[in-house]
């Protein structure tokens, strides 16, 4: 019991640990949002980044997003949206097509996804690909390779499978790093304290599955409250006190409905 | 001097009240409304995405799409919605005046749509949908070069003037007793950074001097606008 509560409290040591971490790193950086042909640096001693590019000796900004300097390289981090595709992404997608070689996949991306028979990870019987996956199956998968035609996608790695029951949400493919956390700090606090499983597509979708609906409608809520909110200050504080609060109404309505029931059951007798 | 003087009292390069917002339209890429007073337009951009039928795809570039149209409430006598010999054209010469500054050889095969509706129009509702529709584009995180801004110039009696409303696109005059329209309308699209033009429509008559006079008030009042369209852009982390 006592090594139990030590643990407990060196987590959450390690916690506020790397929240301080974050927040400095974060003060250190200034994030300010750039418009697409603005000079963001001038001179030889910076590199173009991802969103930036070379004019002569300034670095102008190629899209819309917040600036960000590391060392010498200057980058736009995109503010809102579609999902850009980058080889080695894990996303969630759906089957919209199967083919005589492989299934078509849905990616929310520019492009559509291509999963090939070879690329499933297991043994399949080519005579009937849907016995395998069909349509409207949900499946994670990783990109290899971007081509002009399309995205090729893999399964044949750990983790990357068919999504069975819970449900499928979507969130604007920027925010998912806020979802995710430093080191996944936010995405496993709220699966602590929703008790679900739940994978993150970088492509903004969003799979939970839980032991009950009333888990997964919680932990839709609360990553919709960071997808709505992801400037704010302490965001993981705020969705700590956000799970612990609408977890305690949950259980004052249980109670409710159950003194209800208790009571008319009373009655009865 | 110019002696014609305008109905709403304002300078000969005074624009009307510019309003700009961005992400207006909650399921959209991208969106943003722009307004000269009570010229109102919304920009929707949905995509890159993939583009059916398979036939208009170009595995060089992206295609841009814009559709422009006016909502039935927009003006005083009931518009039929839909596409009209009017809105084609207006969108074609957008999806012109738009496409220089984009990077569409980055999405090969797919499409940019671009839907601009004008919710209230008082004259040059193509350039506040211009306007809008790069402000959208900017929002969806389309790689571009610069935004985009327009406005109309008119030349209206003997005075060159910004940002035109419908009253003095109708202006007239009286001459041997007959009342003679007296009012050319010049919409311009203007890239400030590169110093070019994207769209240059004028129906009616001006000379070289007076259209030169008017391009270089369209530039003067660009840099205005433009500056407008950053700041409504630098808005969306604030919300």
């Known amino acids: 019991m006592t090594e139990k509560k030590e643990t407990r409290e060196e987590k959450k040591e390690k916690e506020t640990k790397l929240e301080e971490r974050s927040a400095e790193e974060n003060k250190e950086k200034e994030r300010i949002v750039v418009v697409p042909g603005e000079v963001i640096a001038s001179g030889s001693g910076f590199l173009p980044g991802e969103g930036t590019r070379r004019e002569g000796q300034d670095i102008v900004a190629a899209r819309f997003g917040l600036f960000e300097k590391t060392d010498k390289i200057v980058k736009v981090i995109p503010l809102s949206g579609v999902y850009i595709p980058r080889v080695g992404n894990t996303v969630i997608g759906q089957v919209i097509d199967v083919t005589f070689n492989?299934?078509?996949?849905?990616?929310?991306?520019?492009?559509?996804g291509f999963l090939s028979v070879t690329e499933c990870g297991g043994y399949v019987n080519k005579k009937d690909l849907t016995e395998y996956y069909t349509f409207k199956d949900a499946l994670v998968a990783k990109i290899k390779a971007i081509k002009a035609r399309g995205i090729d996608l893999t399964m044949r790695e750990k983790g990357l499978r068919k999504l069975e029951g819970g449900m499928l949400i979507k969130i604007n493919p920027t925010r998912v790093p806020r979802v995710i956390g430093r080191e996944g700090s936010m995405i496993n606090?709220?699966?602590?304290?929703t008790g679900c499983n739940i994978i993150v597509g970088?492509?903004?979708?969003?799979?939970?599955?839980g032991r009950n609906v009333e888990g997964e409608i919680l932990a839709k809520k609360a990553i919709e409250l960071i997808a709505r909110k992801p400037f704010i200050e302490?965001?993981?504080?705020?969705?700590?006190?956000?799970?612990?609060?609408?977890?305690?109404?949950?259980?004052k309505e249980a109670y409710e409905v159950k003194e209800r029931g208790e009571r008319k059951e009373r009655k009865k007798n | 001097m110019a002696t014609y003087k305008r109905p709403d009292g304002r300078e000969y390069d005074e624009t009307r009240k510019i309003e700009a917002k961005v992400g207006v339209v909650?399921?959209?890429?991208?969106?943003?409304?722009?307004?000269?007073?009570?010229?109102?337009?919304?920009?929707?951009?949905?995509g890159p995405?993939?583009?059916?039928?398979?036939?208009?795809?170009?595995?060089?570039?992206?295609?841009?799409?814009?559709?422009?149209?006016?909502?039935?409430?927009?003006?005083?006598?009931?518009k039929r919605p839909g596409p009209s010999r009017r809105s084609t054209e207006i969108s074609y010469v957008t999806t012109s005046a738009l496409s220089p500054v984009l990077k569409l050889e980055a999405f090969p095969n797919a499409v940019i749509d671009v839907y601009i509706l004008i919710i209230e129009a008082d004259a040059s509702t193509r350039c506040a949908g211009i306007n809008a529709a790069s402000l959208a584009l900017a929002h969806a995180g389309v790689p571009m070069t610069e935004l985009v801004s327009a406005v109309s110039i008119g030349k209206i009696g003997d005075a060159i003037v910004a940002d035109i409303t419908k009253e003095e696109e109708d202006y007239?005059?009286?001459?041997?007793?007959?009342?003679?329209k007296a009012a050319t309308d010049i919409p311009m699209a203007i890239l400030s950074r590169a110093n070019k033009l994207s769209l240059l429509q004028l129906d009616g008559k001006?000379?070289?001097?007076?259209?030169?006079?008017?391009?270089?008030?369209?530039?003067?009042?660009?840099?205005?606008?433009?500056?407008?369209?950053?700041?409504?852009?630098?808005?969306?982390?604030?919300?």
């Open chain 1, 202 to 209: 970088q492509n903004g979708v969003i799979w939970i599955k």
């Open chain 1, 189 to 193: 606090i709220i699966k602590d304290e």
């Open chain 2, 206 to 239: 001006v000379t070289l001097d007076e259209l030169k006079e008017a391009i270089a008030l369209g530039k003067k009042t660009c840099k205005k606008i433009v500056e407008i369209q950053k700041q409504a852009l630098k808005k969306v982390k604030e919300e």
């Open chain 1, 234 to 251: 302490g965001l993981t504080e705020k969705v700590k006190e956000f799970l612990h609060k609408e977890r305690k109404s949950e259980n």
């Open chain 1, 102 to 112: 492989g299934w078509i996949v849905d990616i929310l991306a520019p492009h559509l």
């Open chain 2, 49 to 78: 995405r993939q583009l059916h039928p398979q036939h208009l795809q170009n595995p060089e570039k992206c295609l841009l799409r814009c559709y422009y149209d006016m909502l039935p409430f927009s003006v005083a006598e009931r």
């Open chain 2, 26 to 46: 909650k399921r959209a890429d991208g969106s943003a409304m722009f307004s000269f007073g009570s010229s109102r337009a919304i920009a929707a951009v949905y």
């Open chain 2, 172 to 180: 007239k005059i009286k001459k041997d007793g007959k009342e003679i």
